[in-house]
């Protein structure tokens, strides 16, 4: 599979199949490989294109170049680089909890790239002063630790194939260093309420009931801030819909992508 060259490191993405392209951004405890039911069930019909962020699974990437910036910066690469001929024009980003952070700022960055974005389990890095107290108070009181917190309550004991499969992922990310996380909240990287005048990309935020990191109530919030934007709420799902509920996510996505997506 290819990889990309960029500053401070080596990016894997691939490729599958043909059409209107869209991109899979993993969270904090995946790589592309997590993405497995989604990819199977899309590419019959669109591009696929899966990628380990930098520090993920099979991509590498130097300490002090763990940056948001960066990672943003990496879309472009990898869409630029993911056809032999011109690259992709524009594409859906479905991004799932840290990586709405960068996606959402690659959408304000580049909007004429992006034909719609999927916010998955994640605020999106947008914060209030009001909003980072109260994630303070709620990380907090929350004692789970991940795999357990990536899922609702039980998920372990119901699922075990599947959530034994989640942790073999998550142990092949072994270049990204737990601690470079703060710099996800870094006051710098976070974006306001007023960061979205003129914004137009076409944006759904989904919601699992139960997600131990990020409160529904707080995900409906930031939704109001984002113009237009939709939320779908998944009952009894936790902080990973696309996991533990593929089949109503990938029927979530392909409505969507029918009916708002602006190809």
């Known amino acids: 599979m290819p990889t990309l060259e960029r500053p401070g490191a080596q990016i894997w993405y691939e490729v599958r199949s043909d059409g209107p392209a869209l991109l899979f951004l993993h969270g904090r405890a995946g790589n592309a490989a997590n993405w497995w039911r989604q990819v199977a069930h899309f590419a019959p019909d669109y591009r696929v294109v899966v990628v380990d962020q930098r520090a993920f699974g099979r991509s590498r990437c130097e300490p002090e170049a763990f940056q948001v910036d960066h990672m943003v910066d990496d879309i472009g690469a990898v869409l630029d680089a993911a056809l032999d001929a011109g690259g992709i024009e524009r594409a859906v980003l479905v991004c799932q909890s840290m990586s709405g952070i960068v996606g959402l700022r690659f959408a304000l960055a580049q909007p004429a790239r992006v034909a719609g974005l999927v916010l998955s389990s994640t605020m999106g890095g947008i914060t209030t ?35 034994a499969l989640y942790e073999q992922l998550a142990a092949f990310n072994t270049g990204f260093d737990p601690a470079w996380r703060t710099r996800f909240s870094d006051p710098a990287v976070t974006l306001s309420p007023d960061s979205f005048d003129g914004y137009a990309v076409p944006t759904v935020f989904v919601v699992g009931e139960h997600d131990l990191f990020f409160p529904p109530s707080m995900a409906h919030e930031v939704a109001t801030y984002v113009p237009s934007a939709t939320v779908a709420d998944f009952p009894d799902a936790g902080h990973s819909p696309y996991w533990e509920a593929p089949e109503r996510f990938n029927a979530l996505l392909a409505d969507w992508l029918a009916k708002t997506a602006s190809w």
Request: proline letters at 11%; hydrophobic letters at 35%.
């Open 129 to 163: 002063p009001d909003l980072r107290a109260r994630l303070r108070d709620y990380e907090a009181a929350n004692t789970i630790e991940l795999p357990d917190r990536a899922f609702a309550p039980g998920y372990r004991a119901r699922e075990p194939e599947l959530f």
